[in-house]
C-alpha cells in the first residue's frame, strides 16, 4: 500500500476532495478544477465533471492527445505504470472509481495520470502528476488513493483554506473568493431544484447561501459590535428591518428581506436568515447567511452553521 | 528582501498608537515645469500624508532594515492569529503599496 507523510492538508471542492502533501497548496480553484503547486512549482492539476450515460476512458485519453499537441500522452499498460500507483488505482476501484492510467510527456518534464469515473454518481475526473523524479511517483499513488467522490451524498463537504462545512446536495457552488482578511463561498440552490446545466448558476428564483470569514476579528470589531459590523459589512447583511438576536459573541437574524403584497401573491417575498460568530478559537469573524424565495428551514440551516468550522493548516 | 525606511519620511504618532507618514511626492519633470510656469509650484518638495491603521502601523515598526518580508509576515501570522500565506499575501501587499510611494525602499 502506497505511505504517505503525515500532517497531510485536506481539501474538498464541489464534490471531490483529496488529501495532499505538505506544502502542496491550491495555486488555482475553479468550480470543477484544481491546481495544486509546491515551491518548485505545479504538482497536480484536477479536473471534473458530472456526466450522464456511458463514459469512454479512451476517448477522454484521445482528446488529451489531441487537446495538448506539445505532449505526447498515452494510456499506460500495466507493466508501465508504478506499483504504488496500481495499488492506488485498485483501491479507487473498491469504492466504485474505475481508473484508466496514462502517461504524458513534453519538454522535458513527465507526468503520470489517470482517469476516473463513478458509473453510481456520473463523476468523471482527471488527474495528473507532475513527475520530477522517481520519489515522486509513490508520493504521487498516495495521494491519488485519497482522492474521494462526494456527489452521492445528501450533503456535500468543503474544506478548503482552514474552512470546512458542509452544504445539502441540491446546493451548487456559485462564487468564491479568497483575499487576505476576507473568504467568501457561495453557494446556490435553484427553486426548481434541477441541477441541469442550462440554467447559470445564480440566477433566477432559488436560495443563495453565503459562507464567510473575517479576520482577524480583533482587529474589525475594536470600537464596534458583532451586530453594526455585520450590518455594514456582510456581503448578505441582515436587513435593517430584520431584528437581530444577540447572544455571547453570536447574532441570528430571520425574517424577510423584500416583501410586498405583490411578492406575496407572487410567491417571490425574498426571505433571509444568518449567522455570525466568533468562535472560542481563532481570530475571527465566521458568518453563513442564506436568502431567497425559497427559505432554508432552522433545523437545515442551523446544520448547516454547525457544520462551518475552522480546521487547523500545517504550519510553515 | 529586507524592506529600508526612507529616510525622508517624516513620522507621526497619533493618539490611538497609529502611525501618520508624511512622504515626498515625486513629481514627473514634465508636470513640475508646468507648475512652476503657472505659478502653482515654488520648487519646494511636496510631500503627501498617509494614515496607517493598526495593522499597518504594526508592520511599519517592524521595519528596521533587519527583519526581512518573511519575518515580518510570521510576526503578523503570531500577533493576529491569521494564516501563514494570508498573512504572507496581506504583508507582501502593503510592502508593495508603500514602495510604489518611495516609503521604503527593498535590498
Known sequence: MPTCPVNMADYAWNGI???????WEPSVIERDGLFLADSLGPVCELKWNRVSGTFSFDKHIRKLTKGNKGAVVRAANAAEIPDAWA?????????????????????GNRGLGAALHHPGTGLACLIQFFIRNEEDEPMAAGVLATLRDFTGGKTVPWTMFGMAARVPADFLLDTFSFQPGHYRVAWWRPASGKRSGRVPTGKGPGTRLDFERFAPASVLLKGTNLEAWCRDR????????VPVDNGPGRIDWRGAAKTSLLRRTLRREVRTCGRAWTPDSGNVVLAVAAEGVVPLGPSTFNDICGSFTLVPEETV | MVPV???AVEITELPGGQIELAYPLAIKPWFGRLADK????????????????EMGTFVWCRIDGERSVRDIARAFTEAYQVQPREAELAVTAFIKTIGQRGIIGLR
Open chain 1, 87 to 107: 495499488q492506488s488505482v485498485d483501491r479507487l476501484a473498491e469504492s466504485g472509481l474505475r481508473a484508466k492510467s496514462f502517461l504524458w510527456q513534453a519538454d
Open chain 2, 5 to 7: 525606511r526612507n529616510e
Open chain 1, 234 to 241: 456582510l456581503t448578505h447583511a441582515p436587513p435593517k428591518s
Open chain 1, 17 to 23: 476532495g483529496l488529501t495532499a502533501l505538505p506544502g
Open chain 2, 38 to 53: 503657472v505659478g502653482l509650484w515654488d520648487g519646494r518638495p511636496m510631500t503627501k500624508t498617509v494614515e496607517l491603521d
